[in-house]
């Protein structure tokens, strides 16, 4: 079992910066590739960001690339999302989520992740 935790989130001007960070407990953290979805209102779930186990890969939603990085420190069980240059479609709920990484892959969709934390709403204005 794994319990996530996000926090980071608020209102921020178009162009401004969010730092996003999930806590996580559980002793599998170690073991779980983490990532990043957020949902609008009316929409669907859809995925931002995600890294492997180890930190070694990582992947982007062509949407964020450039503007958001994801990382983690697992000696502190935290997974990141550094959000720069945001837009007001940025505006969403965010979740992190995590799943038990079997091999090289990562898992791109939400289906494939066991773990869900409850969200931090980030609000972009323009």
């Known amino acids: 079992q794994v319990q996530l935790v996000e926090s980071g989130g608020g209102l921020v001007q178009a162009g401004g910066s969010l730092y996003l960070s999930c806590a996580a407990s559980?002793?599998?953290?170690?073991?779980?590739?983490m990532g990043w979805f957020r949902q609008a209102p009316g929409k669907e779930r859809e995925f931002v960001a995600s890294?492997?186990?180890?930190?070694?890969?990582?992947y982007y939603a062509d949407s964020v690339k450039g503007r958001f990085t994801i990382s983690r420190d697992n000696a502190k069980n935290t997974v990141y999302l550094q959000m720069n240059s945001l837009r007001p479609e940025d505006t969403s709920v965010y979740y992190c989520?995590?799943?038990?990484?079997?091999?090289?892959?990562?898992?791109?969709?939400?289906?494939?992740?066991?773990?869900w934390g409850q969200g931090t709403q980030v609000t972009v204005s323009s």
């Open positions: 559980g002793r599998t953290f170690r073991s779980c590739a």
């Open positions: 890294i492997s186990w180890s930190g070694t890969s990582t």
């Open positions: 989520a995590a799943h038990l990484q079997k091999g090289p892959r990562i898992g791109l969709g939400a289906n494939e992740y066991d773990y």
